[in-house]
């Protein structure tokens, strides 16, 4: 895996960086197409053709008119098609000008990272791309972050559109639970250590994350941490029992044992077939097509 800082090309803003990558002639380059690990937004518009955008090892198809949008600490990569031609996004995770704001896309579920946009959506996203860019070339980096703020939020709402109705307090403390499991789920996976953070009982947390995801805070606490141990094992110089000892188990066994409860395989095995499935690790190049949903 590489791990990949938000570097600009050029002289634009220091905040964001549009790219047109792909279609019939271009060439996509290496970072985008082997697993990397970003600091970065990356907001993908499929313009024409075909391909992935693969999040976290999930497959989310391109097609002309689809976003997807990786968020900064995201495994990703792209399977392109010879045709796929795509409008890049990439956004530092401090441009955002309010500091709530950067906390509620921090808490976003992370299972909503792509969807179609109709015509005339595609058409009103695409000119604000354009002024976006412009901005971006000019060097206006006020007007590049409030922008980049007001499109992430934006993409933020509309990958909610399809959730069920539910109370507001119940979505602020399920919010609230994802960002701290976020910050400390290395150190610690005690719910009451959650709840005393955050200033709830143990029941109030587990009964609004049940009403909204059917899990309680220990499922989340776990499917995080195995979610960060996948993440972790696409870097093929990482042991077992470095990655165990990174993510707070006292003893490797433990973490292969929860691994494989959470998951359905050890961390070796799925690591071999990572390999045997054609995905690069380690920066060794492109993989082929998809075969499943690794």
Not at 122 to 142: G, P, V, Y
Not at 192 to 219: H, M, P
Request: proline share 6%; hydrophobic share 40%; charged share 25%.
């Amino acid at each position: 895996m590489k791990s990949l800082r938000f570097q600009p090309r050029g002289t634009g803003s220091r905040f964001a960086e549009m790219l047109r990558i792909g279609g019939t002639t271009g060439e996509w380059p290496p970072p985008m197409v082997v697993p990397h690990r970003v600091d970065f937004h990356t907001v993908l518009l499929t313009r024409e053709g075909q391909g992935h955008h693969v999040i976290d090892f999930d497959w989310h198809a391109c097609a002309p008119g689809t976003v997807s949008w990786a968020m900064p600490d995201q495994v990703q990569r792209v399977v392109p098609d010879p045709s796929l031609s795509v409008v890049a996004l990439l956004v530092r995770r401090d441009a955002l000008l309010i500091a709530e704001a950067a906390d509620r896309l921090e808490a976003r579920p992370p299972e909503r990272v792509s969807w179609a946009v109709g015509r005339q959506e595609q058409a009103r996203l695409a000119d604000f791309l354009d002024a976006l860019s412009a901005d971006i070339d000019a060097q206006h980096d006020e007007l590049v972050r409030s922008r980049v703020t007001t499109l992430l939020l934006e993409l933020e709402r509309r990958s909610r559109l399809d959730e069920a109705p539910h109370d507001a307090e119940s979505a602020h403390l399920l919010a609230a639970v994802r960002l701290a499991i976020n910050e400390r789920f290395r150190t610690t996976r005690r719910v009451e250590d959650y709840a005393a953070v955050l200033g709830y009982s143990a029941r109030t947390l587990n009964r609004a994350c049940q009403r909204l995801t059917g899990k309680t805070v220990k499922a989340l606490l776990l499917e995080r941490t195995m979610l960060e141990a996948r993440r972790l094992l696409v870097d093929s110089s990482a042991t077992v029992a470095s990655i165990a000892t990174e993510l707070g188990f006292s003893e490797p066994t433990n973490f292969v044992s929860a691994f494989r409860r959470e998951v359905g395989v050890t961390p070796q095995r799925f690591r071999s077939d990572l390999v045997a499935r054609g995905v690069p690790l380690g920066g060794r190049g492109p993989a082929g097509p998809p075969r499943g949903n690794v």
